[in-house]
């Protein structure tokens, strides 16, 4: 029904017919809503499975749609993800330690913006372990000078501060994964990690066509 009611305003304003048609086809969209929702029962599953306690929040308008063309990099998100529980979420009697709520959060959100389709993928865990990560990227003959030689260092294949993999996570394999999936949509991923108080991956990808309906007054 608000499907129909949005569609009914932009009829009214006098919307062009392209911009009609777009609308209409993005109804058949899958919700943004619905997508993060499963992708918060992941998230949950990952921190039961990791003896973890986690609050999981999405936000997503109504509106907004996912674009079709996404469908192959969702396989792929599952791992920042697990990134955010197993690598970024400390254990609850840590997190006590370090005066911290120890029911960790985890906080999954889309928006548009402009021409792009945007997604937050964020936790007030740890933050990112630079200096392991820079230990590591040391090993491999990686460049490491920098915070962006470091950055691109977290999406290298092999790279991991885990000592020992896990059927979660210390593959290697798994950011490096998700960097291949974004180029291939031609996105981009960004990180931004404080120490102490969590980590957050923003990846936007651009969009040809509407896939929020914006009301008119």
Same mark, same amino acid.
């Given at each position: 029904?608000?499907?129909?009611?949005?569609?009914r305003?932009?009829?009214?304003?006098?919307?062009s017919?392209?911009?009609?048609?777009?609308?209409?086809?993005?109804?058949?969209?899958?919700?943004?809503?619905?997508?993060?929702?499963?992708?918060?029962?992941?998230?949950?599953?990952?921190?039961?499975?990791? @003896?973890?306690?986690?609050?999981?929040?999405?936000?997503?308008?109504?509106?907004?749609?996912?674009?079709? @063309?996404?469908r192959?990099?969702?396989?792929?998100?599952?791992?920042?993800?697990?990134?955010?529980?197993?690598?970024?979420?400390?254990?609850?009697?840590?997190?006590? @330690?370090?005066?911290?709520?120890?029911?960790?959060?985890?906080?999954?959100?889309?928006?548009?913006?402009?021409?792009?389709?945007?997604?937050?993928?964020?936790?007030?865990?740890?933050?990112?372990?630079?200096?392991?990560?820079?230990?590591?990227?040391?090993?491999l003959?990686?460049?490491?000078?920098?915070?962006?030689?470091?950055?691109?260092?977290?999406?290298?294949?092999?790279?991991?501060?885990?000592?020992?993999?896990?059927?979660?996570?210390?593959?290697?394999?798994?950011?490096?994964?998700?960097?291949?999936?974004?180029?291939?949509?031609?996105?981009?991923?960004?990180?931004?990690?404080?120490?102490?108080?969590?980590?957050?991956?923003?990846?936007t990808?651009?969009?040809?066509?509407?896939?929020?309906?914006?009301?008119?007054?």
């Amino acid at each position: 029904m608000a499907d129909l009611a949005c569609l009914r305003e932009v009829v009214r304003s006098g919307a062009s017919t392209e911009a009609i048609l777009d609308m209409v086809e993005s109804f058949s969209a899958e919700p943004a809503s619905s997508r993060l929702q499963r992708l918060g029962e992941q998230v949950r599953s990952v921190a039961q499975r990791l @003896g973890k306690t986690v609050d999981v929040k999405t936000d997503a308008s109504e509106r907004l749609r996912v674009p079709a @063309g996404l469908r192959a990099f969702w396989p792929a998100a599952i791992h920042l993800l697990r990134n955010a529980v197993d690598h970024g979420i400390e254990d609850g009697a840590l997190r006590v @330690g370090k005066n911290k709520d120890p029911v960790g959060r985890v906080t999954i959100s889309a928006a548009r913006r402009g021409d792009t389709f945007v997604l937050n993928v964020e936790d007030d865990g740890a933050g990112i372990n630079w200096e392991a990560l820079r230990k590591k990227a040391t090993e491999l003959g990686l460049p490491h000078r920098t915070e962006d030689d470091l950055v691109e260092a977290l999406f290298a294949d092999g790279v991991t501060t885990r000592d020992e993999a896990t059927d979660v996570s210390g593959r290697g394999v798994g950011m490096a994964a998700v960097r291949a999936a974004v180029d291939e949509q031609h996105g981009r991923i960004e990180v931004r990690s404080v120490k102490g108080a969590g980590t957050r991956f923003t990846v936007t990808f651009p969009i040809a066509s509407s896939v929020e309906v914006v009301a008119h007054a």
